[in-house]
């Protein structure tokens, strides 16, 4: 493997005092609507929105003065973009992100606000990888990617050490599963901390590659999964996350748009908790499981992101 707990320990040092420790909560009306006892840590309340801003501040300090001084490239049209932005305007370097045309409004004005400068692709004709990959070469950019790396990794991996080190005795940890990158930090911290305990990932019923490379001991891919869980419409586990994920996670587990809902509806109106769909994919999976093999069980579950647009938010949240 190439990513250690050492490595998420040197990540936690490294994020310290930039990136926020996260609250974790519980509620006494999700823990009966459960049947468990149910730990939520709230990286919806994180920096740009999501946990991805330990990741991409972890990889962007690593860099030699030469990288800093040219600046770094990313492509994405959601949470890891921001996170570069923000990660790469505290540390004064330049940033570059490729996104779609046809962005809504609220990403790229979050992402211009952090000081990026965006270059726009037509998602239908062109690759944006290699976009990127072409702004690195001539400006001798840094492509910091989504997930598949080991300082991303190291970085996401913070997020479970410290509900681990916050909150005793938990016998399980969700965590939402795109392309890898939390889920695989997620695995490495809780096998260094709670050893005992098992390791969930979650994704999207419509985008199930990972509960397929899990089960068939090698990555499959899929094509772009119909959901509304937006930040985990990836189509294949990375050549890092997948031996990680394969070695150390109990299992792979899915969650359809309408459990997602219902989740979100549940950290709401219990919680007072705004989750974006994909940052719910972890309590869906969970409640599920604590009808049955959890039932009374301690459960941490990873929140993983609160970026929703308003107007999409209110169309899940006031159904049924
Ligand atoms: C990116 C993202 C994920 C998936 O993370 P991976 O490291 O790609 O598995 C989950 N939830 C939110 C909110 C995200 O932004």
């Known amino acids: 493997m190439s990513v250690s707990y050492s490595d998420v320990e040197a990540a936690a040092e490294r994020i310290a005092g930039v990136v926020h420790r996260t609250p974790?909560?519980?509620?006494?009306?999700?823990?009966d609507q459960a049947g468990a006892q149910i730990f939520?840590?709230?990286e919806n309340l994180q920096r740009a929105g999501a946990f991805k801003i330990r990741g991409a501040y972890n990889t962007l300090a690593r860099l030699d003065g030469a990288q800093r001084r040219a600046g770094v490239v990313a492509y994405s049209s959601g949470n890891h973009s921001q996170a570069v932005a923000l990660a790469a305007s505290i540390l004064g370097m330049s940033a570059t992100i490729v996104m779609p045309h046809d962005t809504p409004a609220s990403k790229l004005a979050a992402t211009q606000g952090?000081?990026?400068h965006v270059v726009h692709y037509d998602r239908y004709t062109e690759d944006r990888a290699a976009i990127a990959q072409a702004l690195a070469v001539e400006k001798g950019?840094?492509?910091?990617?989504p997930f598949d790396d080991p300082s991303?990794?190291?970085?996401?991996?913070?997020?479970a050490k410290e509900l681990l080190e916050d909150v005793d005795g938990l016998d399980a940890v969700f965590a939402p599963l795109g392309g890898g990158g939390l889920l695989a930090g997620t695995a490495l911290s809780v096998r260094a901390l709670a050893p005992a305990a098992r390791v969930y990932g979650v994704e999207p019923e419509a985008g199930d590659d990972g509960a397929q490379s899990f089960r068939s001991?090698?990555?499959v891919t899929i094509a772009a999964p119909r959901t509304i869980a937006d930040g985990a419409q990836t189509t294949a586990l990375g050549g890092h996350t997948f031996p990680i994920i394969a070695s150390l996670v109990t299992d792979v587990l899915t969650a359809t748009d309408a459990e997602l809902i219902d989740s979100m509806r549940l950290l709401a109106g219990s919680a007072k908790l705004v989750v974006e769909p994909t940052g719910a994919l972890g309590l869906a999976a969970a409640l599920r499981l604590a009808q049955g093999e959890l039932a009374g069980r301690r459960i941490g579950v990873v929140l993983s992101g609160?970026?929703?647009?308003?107007?999409?938010?209110?169309?899940?949240?006031?159904?049924?």
């Open 24 to 31: 974790v909560m519980t509620s006494r009306r999700i823990d």
């Open 40 to 42: 939520l840590k709230c």
């Open 114 to 116: 952090y000081g990026a």
């Open 141 to 145: 950019l840094t492509v910091v990617p």
């Open 152 to 159: 991303v990794i190291a970085g996401q991996g913070t997020a």
């Open 217 to 219: 001991g090698e990555i």
């Open 306 to 320: 609160g970026n929703v647009d308003l107007d999409r938010y209110a169309s899940f949240i006031g159904r049924g």
